[in-house]
């Protein structure tokens, strides 16, 4: 070897050196504070911006950057958004309990935990391929750019963090705009995934979101020409304007999930598969239980079953002392109706028995009473931890009411029986996009059940459980005559 081809190669050696140790991140303290903004780039704002047009431009350039790096640039990527998920789960659920002051802190930081497995990821992201007599064709999945997000204050950081897993798996990068409730620790948890993406990738601002997010700003968003897609997960009035968007829209809207109990049922797992479901978070989840229609037969025993399970029955008198504090009108003329009142919403069980005027034991999670189908707990989404059980004739009736008080969301159906020919009757006539056999609505999403788990369920507009390919459009690329390897050698052309 000469002097002349040596020193070039120990410059390259050292220049490797180098760009390993900057890759591991080795030699920096490890909260260092943010580089300030290169010229012309968003590097050092890890995600947290004040308008929707630079959360978007910072957006737009971390999605050209994640397309060199291809699938391993994501997978690195989503591996730290988990990581944080799991090994920060009891900090940030701690700050997302402490900011919107709805749900129970254990399942806070549970909704956290689960990213770290139970989310697809770019493992999801599977070619196909037909291969035939005139040679190949392959779909792969491609990404849209940029994805406009708005998320629910019932979960927030977990949606973001699930969508981010899903979004970037795609090839895509993310701009949320949160729920000004949980606006806090969405920015917190945002910067934390992004600031160790930026360590180890050199890219930031995969997930960017609005600090101060407002109506205005999600209209904001919604229209901005750099947005591709919009995914938006929240109650009727977001949904709406989503799917009145000029914009693909993927909409996870919301849900009012019944509960069939028949004569067949295991009536003691049924009712630990109800308090289960309706009491995490305190029945936050949009897939929670929140009515249950109960077959005459086996009433009052489902009733004697759901005591001896822990939750606490409240009389006729203590039901109505609740329903006239818990639900509230909103809105004027015809548009005049019942929701939640947010003094109850997520509360504790403890919070709803003072309300009703019953005395309620500690470790009680959820309460329970009988009503008719004409109290508003049956209609309304009420997101707390009371649940109306209504007494039917026979299982038609069940039936018939279920699909009723889920007003045709599509959303989530849940029935214990053991009869197949019941089963299938619910599950064709409510037409929903979970629809759970014998356990709790959380077995929906895998969570004791099989199958995978995203925070945005999309019903209206059809995708379901959303996974990665949710966020890609397909592409095909086809040969013609070549590359085929099945056939006759004589038949290749030369
Ligand atoms: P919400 O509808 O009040 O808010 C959701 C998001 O939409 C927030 O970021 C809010 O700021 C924004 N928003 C509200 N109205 C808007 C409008 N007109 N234009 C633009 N943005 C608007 O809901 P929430 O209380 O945060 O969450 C609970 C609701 O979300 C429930 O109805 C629940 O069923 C539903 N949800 C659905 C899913 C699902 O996967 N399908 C998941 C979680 C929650």
Redesign the pocket.
């Known amino acids: 070897m000469t002097a002349a081809t040596s020193t070039p190669d120990i410059a390259a050696i050292v220049r490797q050196v180098l760009a390993e140790i900057a890759a591991s991140g080795a030699g920096r303290p490890a909260a260092a504070p943010p580089a300030p903004h290169a010229a012309g780039s968003f590097a050092g704002a890890h995600g947290v911006f004040s308008s929707v047009d630079e959360a978007v431009r910072a957006a737009t350039e971390a999605f050209e950057q994640l397309e060199r790096l291809g699938v391993e640039g994501r997978r690195r990527a989503i591996a730290h958004i988990r990581r944080i998920a799991i090994d920060d789960a009891e900090e940030l659920g701690r700050m997302e309990f402490a900011e919107t002051k709805i749900g129970r802190l254990d399942h806070k930081i549970g909704k956290l935990k689960v990213l770290g497995e139970k989310v697809p990821g770019v493992e999801f992201m599977q070619s196909e391929v037909f291969s035939g007599d005139h040679g190949l064709a392959v779909i792969e999945h491609a990404p849209f750019g940029v994805i406009g997000a708005?998320?629910?204050?019932?979960?927030s950081l977990p949606?973001i963090a699930c969508n981010a897993i899903n979004m970037i798996a795609g090839g895509n990068t993310v701009v949320v705009?949160?729920?000004?409730s949980g606006r806090k620790v969405a920015a917190e948890g945002v910067r934390r995934f992004n600031a160790a993406i930026h360590r180890d990738l050199g890219i930031d601002n995969l997930v960017s979101l609005v600090a101060e997010?407002s109506?205005e700003s999600?209209?904001q968003l919604f229209n901005h020409r750099g947005v591709k897609l919009i995914c938006?997960?929240?109650?009727?009035?977001?949904a709406r304007?989503a799917l009145q968007s000029s914009k693909r829209a993927i909409v996870?809207?919301?849900?009012n999930p019944p509960v069939v109990v028949d004569e067949t049922a295991d009536l003691d797992n049924a009712a630990r598969s109800i308090i289960a479901g309706a009491a995490y978070d305190n029945n936050l989840l949009?897939i929670g239980e929140k009515q249950v229609f109960v077959v005459a037969a086996v009433f009052d025993r489902m009733m004697a079953a759901m005591e001896r399970a822990g939750a606490l029955r409240l009389s006729g008198s203590q039901v109505e002392a609740l329903t006239r504090r818990a639900l509230v009108m909103t809105g004027e003329g015809e548009h005049r109706h019942l929701v939640p009142c947010k003094d109850f919403i997520g509360q504790d069980a403890a919070v709803l028995a003072q309300a009703a005027e019953a005395a309620c034991g500690a470790g009680v999670e959820l309460l329970f009473g009988e009503t008719d189908n004409a109290n508003p707990f049956v209609p309304v989404?009420q997101?707390m931890p009371f649940v109306p059980f209504v007494r039917c004739q026979d299982v038609d009736e069940a039936i018939r009411l279920a699909h009723e008080s889920e007003h045709g969301f599509r959303?989530t159906a849940i029935i214990h029986s053991t009869d197949v020919r019941t089963m299938t009757r619910m599950g064709r006539l409510l037409d929903t996009t979970l629809f759970v056999k014998n356990g709790p609505s959380v077995a929906g999403l895998g969570l004791g059940g099989e199958g995978y788990l995203s925070?945005?369920?999309?019903?209206p507009t059809g995708e379901g459980v959303t996974t990665p390919l949710t966020f890609t459009r397909q592409r095909r690329c086809t040969l013609v005559d070549d590359l085929r390897i099945l056939g006759s050698p004589a038949a290749v052309r030369s």
């Open positions: 708005i998320t629910p204050v019932t979960h949606t705009n949160p729920h000004p997010p109506l999600a209209g938006v997960t929240g109650g009727p009035a977001v304007a996870a809207g919301p849900g949009c989404e997101m959303h925070f945005s369920i999309a019903t």
